[in-house]
């Protein structure tokens, strides 16, 4: 099959089937068969948490495979409109069945998240991209390492446990994890195995919210959980995943200890805006659209679908680039690196960037 794709793939079968690609007349016989796309089906829901599900996906011959800690845009059909999210990977690299999968929790706003907890079923067409993000191990994994999360952050470090455990890692790793609660802690039983089995690692969950009795800790992260786990954050390579306030603390933690070298951090949901920020001033003009506001200090994204916009869009964390559109002129600023850019007709992802003053975007 790898023959046959490659010839598909070729110069001479795109310039024939020319003004269309290959996969448009493949997709006429089976969608599977796409030569530059890729697509999956659905083998297994697996329902995690009352509102968390992982999905089991076979993809097809374009998938290239994923390293750990990764993502895919996931997107599926409904009513004849494709919707696209952008969710983590959470299984191992070195599964022998050809399969992975993403686990994903339903928020009350995310249809497509709603969708894959409550509808999508076994058999469901999936279409993805390759997968992306710098968020990995290393080629060269380290002696000592850190994987800390917080709720649905869980999915990308669990990938790479388990590839660590499905590869023989020997060196030494601290699993941290931060839940509401048992209830509310996605592979709960998993990650009691993982504990209980795995010689190289230290599995330890704090629940937040109905704490355990008798736990060795408890509440939010705190300088004080790594050192009585015995951990070094100078010396330590350390991921952090989850909500934008639990990696804020890690972060500052990690610079007084002078330790920033050694993070690596991956937000699942973009930090709440300061509504009362001080660049929250001038008018955001929508120049396509032939309409402008005042500038409420909130995403460019989220004061477009203010003014009765409706811009496209895919994980409204910057990961993809379903929003991407052209800013004609004016100063934004990045909600998670605070990093202010103001080159003219630049191209910005609108789910992360804040305008500074008066700003134009082609929208």
Same mark, same amino acid.
């Given at each position: 099959?790898?023959?046959?794709?490659?010839?598909?793939?070729?110069?001479?079968?795109?310039?024939?089937?020319?003004?269309?690609?290959?996969?448009?007349?493949?997709?006429?016989?089976?969608?599977?068969?796409?030569?530059?796309?890729?697509?999956?089906?659905?083998?297994?829901?697996?329902?995690?948490?009352?509102?968390?599900?992982?999905?089991?996906?076979?993809?097809?011959?374009?998938?290239?495979?994923?390293?750990?800690?990764?993502?895919?845009?996931?997107? @599926? %059909?409904?009513?004849?409109?494709?919707? +696209?999210?952008?969710? /983590?990977?959470? &299984?191992?690299?070195?599964?022998?069945? $050809? *399969?992975?999968?993403?686990?994903?929790?339903?928020?009350?706003?995310?249809?497509?998240?709603?969708?894959?907890?409550?509808?999508?079923?076994?058999?469901?067409?999936?279409?993805?991209?390759?997968?992306?993000?710098?968020?990995?191990?290393?080629?060269?994994?380290?002696?000592?390492?850190?994987?800390?999360?917080?709720?649905?952050?869980?999915?990308?470090?669990?990938?790479?446990?388990?590839?660590?455990?499905?590869?023989?890692?020997?060196?030494?790793?601290?699993?941290?994890?931060?839940?509401?609660?048992?209830?509310?802690?996605?592979?709960?039983?998993?990650?009691?195995?993982?504990?209980?089995?795995?010689?190289?690692?230290?599995?330890?969950?704090?629940?937040?919210?109905?704490?355990?009795?008798?736990?060795?800790?408890?509440?939010?992260?705190? @300088? %004080?959980?790594?050192?009585?786990?015995? +951990?070094?954050?100078? /010396?330590?390579? &350390?991921?952090?995943?989850?909500?934008? $306030? *639990?990696?804020?603390?890690?972060?500052?933690?990690?610079?007084?200890?002078?330790?920033?070298?050694?993070?690596?951090?991956?937000?699942?949901?973009?930090?709440?805006?300061?509504?009362?920020?001080?660049?929250?001033?001038?008018?955001?003009?929508?120049?396509?659209?032939?309409?402008?506001?005042?500038?409420?200090?909130?995403?460019?994204?989220?004061?477009?679908?203010?003014?009765?916009?409706?811009?496209?869009?895919?994980?409204?964390?910057?990961?993809?680039?379903?929003?991407?559109?052209?800013?004609?002129?004016?100063?934004?600023?990045?909600?998670?690196?605070?990093?202010?850019?103001?080159?003219?007709?630049?191209?910005?992802?609108?789910?992360?960037?804040?305008?500074?003053?008066?700003?134009?975007?082609?929208?």
């Amino acid at each position: 099959m790898g023959i046959v794709r490659k010839a598909l793939a070729s110069r001479p079968v795109a310039a024939f089937t020319s003004p269309h690609t290959v996969d448009h007349y493949l997709d006429q016989v089976h969608p599977m068969l796409a030569v530059h796309h890729v697509r999956a089906r659905v083998v297994e829901v697996i329902r995690e948490t009352g509102v968390a599900s992982t999905v089991v996906l076979r993809p097809n011959g374009s998938w290239r495979g994923f390293k750990p800690g990764q993502h895919v845009e996931f997107g @599926v %059909e409904v009513d004849g409109k494709r919707r +696209v999210r952008v969710f /983590s990977v959470s &299984s191992s690299t070195q599964r022998k069945d $050809g *399969l992975f999968s993403v686990s994903v929790k339903a928020h009350p706003d995310g249809y497509v998240s709603q969708y894959l907890h409550h509808e999508l079923c076994p058999r469901t067409l999936v279409h993805l991209s390759q997968a992306d993000g710098d968020f990995v191990l290393p080629d060269s994994v380290p002696d000592d390492l850190l994987l800390l999360s917080g709720g649905s952050g869980i999915t990308p470090v669990m990938s790479m446990l388990r590839t660590l455990r499905d590869t023989g890692h020997r060196g030494r790793v601290t699993f941290l994890h931060y839940a509401r609660s048992r209830d509310d802690e996605m592979f709960s039983d998993e990650l009691d195995e993982l504990d209980a089995s795995l010689d190289f690692a230290t599995v330890v969950r704090i629940y937040t919210r109905e704490p355990v009795e008798g736990a060795e800790l408890a509440g939010r992260f705190t @300088v %004080e959980h790594l050192k009585h786990l015995g +951990v070094d954050a100078a /010396s330590t390579l &350390s991921y952090v995943c989850g909500p934008a $306030g *639990l990696i804020a603390t890690v972060r500052d933690a990690y610079d007084e200890l002078d330790a920033a070298d050694q993070l690596r951090m991956e937000y699942f949901k973009v930090p709440t805006v300061d509504l009362d920020a001080a660049d929250a001033t001038g008018t955001l003009t929508f120049e396509d659209s032939g309409i402008a506001a005042d500038n409420s200090g909130t995403t460019i994204l989220e004061q477009a679908e203010a003014a009765g916009l409706k811009p496209a869009y895919g994980c409204r964390m910057g990961v993809c680039n379903t929003c991407a559109l052209k800013k004609n002129h004016g100063a934004v600023r990045h909600v998670i690196s605070g990093e202010i850019t103001a080159s003219t007709d630049e191209t910005i992802k609108i789910c992360v960037q804040v305008p500074v003053g008066d700003v134009n975007v082609a929208l």
